[in-house]
């Protein structure tokens, strides 16, 4: 077995690092930092903490995953797609239950590196990664109404259809200036890009809206529009490293939570390095990145950080401002933590609806509509994974979501496995054409002896395919001294199909016929081996083609 070593990209990157290659990645670095501001304080908002604790998240995590992750050009902070398990976290366990479940999906992230899952992460069905993510976007949105239009309401339900019915309800406390700041940032966001590629469109929706709020208030008196400030105690010191009190009993009951965000999170960082590989042409390292991921995640919890993983749109921007190694996304840390230290008493008079309004953006970026309406188009199977998945995210929460909609993935592809599995008897003789356990000789047809019936299995042998001889057998009601298994075709085989294979020969042993087996490759033959199926059946009785098992059919006739 190869054995995994741990290699981060940084360190390959820097051995051949020039002032050339350092000057592209400082610029990009600036880029990405500013461009993160504005998202890391709306995700950290959104999620039911104080603005900082998203931006020390940002900072924190997005150094690490720099230093210790696989890929060259990825950047890590807080993401959408966190927003709702962290809410949901903090609502039932508390600020201290968030950072042990994070600490938590640190240890996991890092277990699936070491294990070497990278690869098989990124196998996770396409349907369940749009179904998931197109509810997450749909419940973000949905938690932004509020904000976005001001709306005075006593409590915000939780439940999904409980929110919008208290929207509804509350319609008519609408603040036409709250929504207005609101609409104008979505209307900022989204016309950005036409006039400029590099200049993020949320920046400058955050310093307009923030200057005409304050306009609005000094010189004509409108108050009405809510700031962080109002909200929140702006904290412009570092934290120091806190380790929260462990127990047993907290460890279990988060188990669940710390799972989902470590899933999460690796589907997202792979999802963000693998689109990034596509664009620079180098190939990431997905088990060093999972590594990286899991410090930063261990990380970031213990400076009042939230989970954390790797952010697609920023690392697009740090690729698009000629960012090509780890050094781009220090250096994006770099510049946050200078902002946070120095500019981040001004983030008080930030209007709540500018970053709803961001978030609103964001949220439809995450849709994924397009790809969603594809699916649609796909087989009945596919779109009911895709269907409940979504369904699931955002009536009940992404846990659940993830596990049931991984469950009937498999169990439609262990259905499609079995149907494409078959067992067919064959009559009289065996068509030669085609063949690959024939010895060749100059005939085109070998005749089956009287009392020997012949029958192949077409695909893999296992539980989903385990009953499919005794269903054929059955219509038999002859019974022949010799059975021919042809298993030239069957790539594997799991324990149920052995156990049936097993019973077979015991069965057809009491009915005094022999079981010979035929054309079995060398994988499948090693399994049944090791499974001591060599004493049940006997090794003479076990061929490795056609041929020899019609002679072995004849002499035990004979």
């Known amino acids: 077995m190869q054995v995994f070593t741990y290699k981060p990209k940084l360190v390959s990157t820097l051995k051949h690092y020039n002032r050339s290659k350092f000057m592209q990645d400082l610029m990009a670095g600036i880029i990405v930092g500013i461009v993160a501001l504005p998202l890391a304080i709306a995700f950290g908002i959104a999620s039911g903490v104080t603005p900082e604790k998203g931006i020390i998240t940002a900072i924190v995590a997005g150094f690490m995953v720099s230093v210790f992750g696989g890929s060259r050009v990825q950047i890590g902070g807080p993401t959408g797609a966190f927003i709702i398990i962290i809410y949901g976290i903090i609502q039932q366990y508390g ?99 036409r006039f400029s590629k590099k200049i993020p469109g949320s920046l400058v929706a955050i310093i307009v809206m923030t200057l005409a709020a304050l306009i609005l208030k000094q010189f004509y008196g409108v108050t009405s529009i809510e700031t962080i400030g109002d909200r929140f105690s702006i904290n412009s010191e570092l934290p120091s490293a806190t380790v929260p009190a462990l127990s047993w009993d907290i460890i279990k009951s988060l188990v669940s939570p710390a799972l989902t965000i470590a899933i999460l999170g690796a589907i997202e960082s792979l999802l963000s390095a693998t689109v990034a590989d596509g664009v620079i042409g180098h190939h990431h390292d997905s088990n060093t ?51 946070f230290l120095f500019l981040m008493p001004l983030a008080q008079y930030i209007p709540m ?84 356990d ?56 799991d324990s149920t199909g052995i156990h049936n294979l097993t019973n077979l020969c015991m069965m057809s042993r009491k009915e005094g016929i022999q079981i010979v087996l035929s054309g079995v490759t060398p994988k499948v033959e090693q399994v049944l081996e090791h499974a001591g199926f060599y004493q049940i059946v006997g090794k003479e009785n076990i061929c490795s083609h056609i041929n020899l098992a019609l002679e072995r059919a004849k002499e035990i006739i004979r």
């Not at 259809?161 to 609409?183: L, R």
């Not at 999972?290 to 930063?296: P, R």
């Not at 401002?321 to 933590?337: Q, Y």
């Not at 042998?461 to 021919?484: S, T």
């Open 95 to 193: 600020i201290q239950g968030l950072t042990i479940a994070t600490l938590m999906a640190g240890v996991f992230l890092i277990l699936f590196g070491v294990l070497r899952l990278g690869t098989i992460i990124k196998y996770i069905p396409y349907p369940i990664v749009v179904g998931f993510t197109s509810g997450i976007a749909v419940t973000i949105f949905t938690t932004q109404i509020k904000d976005l239009l001001g709306l005075t309401m006593a409590t915000v339900p939780s439940d999904f259809t409980e929110k919008w019915i208290a929207y509804f309800h509350d319609i008519s406390t609408i603040d036409w200036w709250t929504a207005m700041v609101g609409i104008v940032s979505i209307v900022i966001i989204t016309l950005t890009p």
């Open 289 to 339: 990145e999972l590594i990286g991921q899991g410090l930063a995640n261990l990380a970031s919890p213990l400076f009042g950080g939230i989970p954390a993983t790797g952010a697609i749109a920023r690392t697009m921007t740090n690729i698009n401002n000629g960012g090509r190694t780890p050094v781009a996304g220090i250096i994006h840390a770099v510049v946050l933590l200078l902002i």
């Open 353 to 436: 609806a500018c970053l709803a309004g961001v978030l609103v953006v964001v949220s439809y970026g995450m849709s994924g509509w397009r790809s969603f309406a594809m699916l649609m188009k796909n087989p009945k199977s596919d779109v009911s994974v895709l269907l409940i998945t979504f369904i699931l995210t955002i009536l009940f929460d992404l846990t659940i979501a993830i596990e049931v909609g991984l469950i009937i993935a498999c169990l439609l592809f262990m259905k499609r496995m079995a149907e494409t599995s078959d067992v067919k008897v064959i009559m009289d003789e065996i068509d030669l054409t085609d063949e690959t």
């Open 438 to 493: 024939v010895r060749l000789e100059n005939n085109e047809h070998l005749t089956i002896p009287t009392g020997v019936e012949v029958y192949e299995i077409n695909g893999p042998y296992f539980f989903g395919a385990g009953n499919k001889f005794e269903e054929i057998m059955a219509n038999f009601g002859d019974r022949p001294k010799v059975r021919i298994i042809r298993m030239r075709k069957v790539p594997f085989v």
